[in-house]
């Protein structure tokens, strides 16, 4: 499967932001979709993910209740709403997918097979 993240800019502190991953190829519903982010200098973190077989969405603490995971089946796309974003959200963000995690290693990044060519969020104080 390919994927095309997008939608990556410029916003201030407190504002938001909503970024795409268009799949291409393969059976969109048989992947777990997830999103990471790389800040400058920090390691890839796991931000979010929907695991494809109990279909419920999981996130990091630090984006639970400003950060939406969305996923269009018929556009197959997924998408992550932020909101009130912070500088601390500062980075590349990256979707990711995979067909044969297991829940444990949905917040892995070393686990997934497929991934987007990343989209830089920028958020200004």
């Known amino acids: 499967v390919q994927l095309q993240a997008s939608g990556g800019g410029l916003v201030q502190a407190g504002g938001s932001l909503t970024l795409s991953c268009a799949a291409s190829?393969?059976?969109?519903?048989?992947?777990?979709m997830s999103w990471f982010r790389q800040a400058p200098g920090k390691q890839r973190e796991f931000v979010g993910g929907i695991y494809v077989r109990n279909r419920y969405t999981y996130y990091a603490d630090s984006v639970k209740g400003r950060f939406t995971i969305s996923r269009d089946s018929a556009k197959k796309t997924v998408h992550l709403q932020m909101n009130d974003l912070s500088p601390e959200d500062t980075a590349v963000y990256y979707c990711a997918a995979d067909a044969n995690l297991i829940l444990s290693s949905l917040k892995d990044s070393r686990q997934y097979d497929y991934w987007g060519q990343g989209t830089l969020v920028t958020v200004s104080s």
């Open positions: 190829g393969g059976t969109f519903s048989s992947y777990s």
